[in-house]
């Protein structure tokens, strides 16, 4: 398939009226007062916090954010290490009825684009790592999880939750890939606002969740996230089949709406225009470059 990429700045319309004061190139918010954000001291997980009976009123966009995280989720039941009052750890509710269930990938890739968007402020140039990591260069910056409650043909609620690493400069898990916002700048430079970035990338994300309620809109989304794509560069490069048990050579050729992470193999005999295989998450993995784990 062929791409046609849209610069980023083209995702960010300018504003038809001001109801809340926006910076620039994106377009306010659609709620007045903007969404809140509530600061936890700490939490285990505030993931887990908005499955509860306690937080299922949550206006949408809610952001919640644990200022300490004792028990973080990732994917696929994975942890999240995150040092204390150093990173932005948070979770909000969204209820994006008008998304089809085989159309939920959108969200993730609004969300995604969103940490991308912010990065790119403070000079990071990010990709994503399918499915929704955030990388600069080879090293993982963002770790985003995204829960759907389906009805019907509906999604009903979701939960999106993410790790940013911010202030953080030394990562203890055996993580192999870690980095930070920080970490990026020369050694000795201030620290990072956290309340700033919190209220930035929410606002970034109420803005892309409007482009997934259309087919343009997602159609752009998905553009710009391809465009974006970490190794979509047309190039071969190593992954690991989990399904056959095998290492491949094989280049990104999409993403469809449902997440399906589809490669185009390396030419064969039997295959001369390279095998397409498809992939849900975890039945392939990106082999990453072997200095990353000197």
Known sequence: MEHHFLPIDQLFLPPKEILVPAPERIAPVEQLPPPRIIWLDEAESTHMLLK??????????????????????????????????????????????????????????????AVVALLAEYGIEASVKWPNDIYVGHRKICGILIDHSLQADRIIRSIISAGLNVNQLQFLSDAPNPVSMLALLPAGSPEFD???????????????????????????????????????????????????????????????????????????????????????????????PSRLHD
């Open 52 to 113: 509860s009976e306690q937080y299922a009123a949550l206006e949408p966009f809610t952001m919640v954010v644990a200022r300490r995280q004792t028990h973080g989720r990732g994917q696929r039941g994975n942890s999240w290490e995150s040092a204390p009052f150093k990173n932005l750890t948070f979770s909000m509710p969204a209820a994006p009825q008008w998304l089809h269930p085989a159309m939920q990938f959108a969200l993730s890739e609004c969300v995604a684009l």
């Open 194 to 288: 956290l309340e700033g970035i919190a209220r930035r990338l929410q606002q970034y994300i109420c803005h892309m969740a409007g482009l997934t309620r259309t087919a343009v809109g997602r159609q752009r989304l998905h553009l710009a996230f391809m465009q974006r794509l970490y190794l979509n560069d047309g190039a071969s490069h190593p992954f690991h089949d989990s399904l056959c048990g095998t290492d491949i050579r094989a280049r990104i050729a999409d993403v469809a709406p449902d997440g399906l992470l589809t490669l185009r193999l390396d030419p064969t005999p039997e295959h001369p225009d390279g095998e397409l295989r498809s992939y849900r998450f975890k039945e392939v993995a990106y082999i990453l």
